[in-house]
């Protein structure tokens, strides 16, 4: 498994952005799909985005579109979740997950169990 650790989360008011970090020690992220999680209070873990390690090919859940942007910086190791224009249902936990990927990006973030590794998570509220 890789030890994944999120960071970057926090308190913002809507309309504003937060960029979310995943970074690992002693692996190459960029050898991983990456998939960006999150679980708000009462519901379901849901995939908000992902990225492929074969072609850094992206999917983004309908409800991020075009406000999220997930990208690699392989020089750090890290994987990043820009998230602009954040709105109040945007408040949950957010997980980064690593996968040797053997699907597609839209599978990785659609299809429940695939993921092996996690991180802790870090939270994201958004609230005026």
């Known amino acids: 498994q890789v030890q994944l650790v999120e960071s970057g989360g926090g308190l913002v008011q809507p309309g504003e952005s937060l960029r979310l970090s995943c970074s690992a020690s002693g692996v190459t992220l960029d050898y991983y799909g990456i998939g960006w999680f999150r679980q708000a209070p009462g519901k379901e873990r849901e995939g908000v985005s992902c990225i492929h390690s074969t072609d850094d090919s992206t999917y983004y859940a309908d409800s991020v579109k075009g406000r999220f942007t997930i990208s690699r910086d392989n020089a750090k190791n890290t994987v990043y979740l820009q998230m602009n224009s954040l709105k109040l249902e945007d408040t949950a936990v957010y997980y980064c997950?690593?996968?040797?990927?053997?699907?597609?990006?839209?599978?990785?973030?659609?299809?429940?169990?695939?993921?092996?590794?996690w991180g802790q998570g870090t939270q994201v509220t958004v609230s005026s």
């Open positions: 997950a690593a996968i040797h990927v053997i699907t597609t990006v839209e599978n990785m973030c659609t299809t429940k169990g695939l993921f092996n590794s």
